[in-house]
């Protein structure tokens, strides 16, 4: 997402735009993950990983297990549902492999996994301290692959199972004042391109879901309002819907709304028109 913290954390071929209602999308495609089985999301104390959350609890089915650094609002997003909690800051030392053990041994297996937790940085690259380019890059791109790298092996072996990355439209194109975040996203986005094709025919997917501007805590945190009159931002909830449509319609790719995949188009087919634009409308 697109959005500007001094420091924050959140969080198929074919583009398509989430808008479902729960329970509207029910009609599941081959290789997509089945409630019933095991289902880990981190970053779900607040923001995206908590609609996520609360979104797979009303689809039922799933065994929950809720990643966040937050313990009361962690347990928060859990009450009512069967779902476990495990509160960790993902940045720790040796965090994924305890996060993912503690998951096998609440609910026997993950077949879902969704990657929601992240960090932002707002303001000049030229004056991000060193340490919060580290911490961005540690959180938002290495304890993701981490954690992936860890559930995968176990997917592959059952010939079932999905991965979903949160990333940013800020991946796509690039934000000003965000760079490092945005280069983080951006790695995100080509991680999940490239080991989609190392997954071809193993009955397991990757997914990317693209947001762009997403109402949630992140701005209330980094100090600053979002003063843009456009775009407007898009409740979280929306984000877990396209969540949703990724896993039961085994989609590769989702824009949240679906007009933000645009941007990249013209950035792609036109750089030159794409950067006047960007200047004069940042």
Same mark, same amino acid.
Not at 87 to 97: F, I, Q, T, V
Not at 120 to 133: D, E, K, L, N, R
Not at 205 to 211: N, R
């Given at each position: 997402?697109?959005?500007?913290?001094?420091?924050?954390?959140?969080?198929?071929?074919?583009?398509?735009?989430?808008?479902?209602?729960?329970?509207?999308v029910?009609?599941?495609a081959a290789?997509?993950?089945?409630?019933?089985g095991?289902a880990?999301?981190?970053?779900?104390?607040?923001?995206?990983?908590?609609a996520?959350?609360?979104?797979?609890?009303?689809?039922?089915?799933w065994?929950?297990?809720?990643?966040?650094?937050?313990?009361?609002?962690l347990?928060?997003?859990?009450?009512?549902t069967?779902?476990?909690?495990?509160?960790?800051?993902?940045?720790?030392?040796?965090?994924?492999?305890r996060?993912?053990?503690?998951?096998?041994?609440?609910?026997?297996?993950?077949?879902?996994?969704?990657a929601?937790?992240?960090?932002?940085w707002a303001?000049?690259f030229?004056?991000?301290?060193?340490?919060?380019?580290?911490?961005?890059?540690?959180?938002?791109?290495?304890?993701?692959?981490?954690?992936?790298?860890?559930?995968?092996?176990?997917?592959?072996? *059952?010939?079932?199972?999905? +991965?979903?990355?949160?990333?940013? %439209?800020a $991946?796509? @194109?690039?934000?000003?004042?965000? /760079?490092? &975040?945005?280069?983080?996203?951006?790695?995100?986005g080509?991680?999940?391109d490239?080991?989609r094709?190392?997954l071809?025919g193993t009955?397991?997917?990757?997914?990317?879901?693209?947001?762009?501007?997403v109402?949630?805590?992140?701005?209330?945190?980094?100090?600053?309002?979002?003063r843009?009159?456009?775009?407007?931002?898009?409740?979280?909830s929306?984000v877990?819907?396209?969540v949703?449509?990724?896993?039961?319609r085994? *989609?590769?790719?989702?824009? +949240?709304?679906?007009?933000?995949? %645009?941007? $990249?188009r @013209?950035?792609?087919?036109?750089? /030159?028109? &794409?950067?006047?634009?960007a200047?004069?409308?940042?």
């Amino acid at each position: 997402m697109p959005h500007a913290p001094s420091r924050a954390r959140s969080d198929s071929g074919t583009s398509v735009e989430a808008s479902a209602a729960p329970g509207a999308v029910r009609r599941r495609a081959a290789g997509a993950a089945a409630p019933g089985g095991g289902a880990l999301v981190t970053g779900a104390s607040s923001g995206i990983g908590a609609a996520v959350a609360r979104r797979l609890a009303e689809e039922g089915g799933w065994r929950l297990v809720l990643n966040g650094r937050d313990r009361a609002r962690l347990e928060e997003v859990a009450r009512g549902t069967s779902a476990v909690v495990w509160p960790a800051d993902l940045s720790d030392r040796d965090a994924e492999r305890r996060l993912v053990e503690f998951a096998l041994d609440s609910v026997g297996r993950v077949d879902l996994l969704v990657a929601g937790a992240g960090i932002g940085w707002a303001g000049p690259f030229s004056t991000m301290p060193q340490h919060a380019i580290d911490e961005v890059f540690e959180v938002d791109v290495l304890a993701t692959l981490r954690l992936v790298r860890l559930v995968l092996p176990q997917m592959i072996e *059952r010939g079932t199972g999905r +991965v979903v990355l949160i990333g940013s %439209l800020a $991946g796509t @194109v690039g934000v000003r004042d965000e /760079a490092v &975040y945005s280069a983080a996203k951006a790695a995100l986005g080509t991680f999940a391109d490239a080991v989609r094709h190392e997954l071809r025919g193993t009955g397991v997917g990757i997914s990317h879901v693209v947001p762009g501007v997403v109402d949630t805590p992140f701005f209330d945190r980094r100090g600053v309002p979002y003063r843009r009159s456009w775009p407007r931002p898009v409740p979280a909830s929306r984000v877990a819907d396209a969540v949703w449509e990724a896993v039961c319609r085994d *989609r590769d790719e989702v824009y +949240v709304p679906g007009w933000t995949r %645009l941007p $990249g188009r @013209v950035r792609g087919m036109a750089p /030159a028109l &794409y950067r006047r634009l960007a200047a004069r409308f940042g």
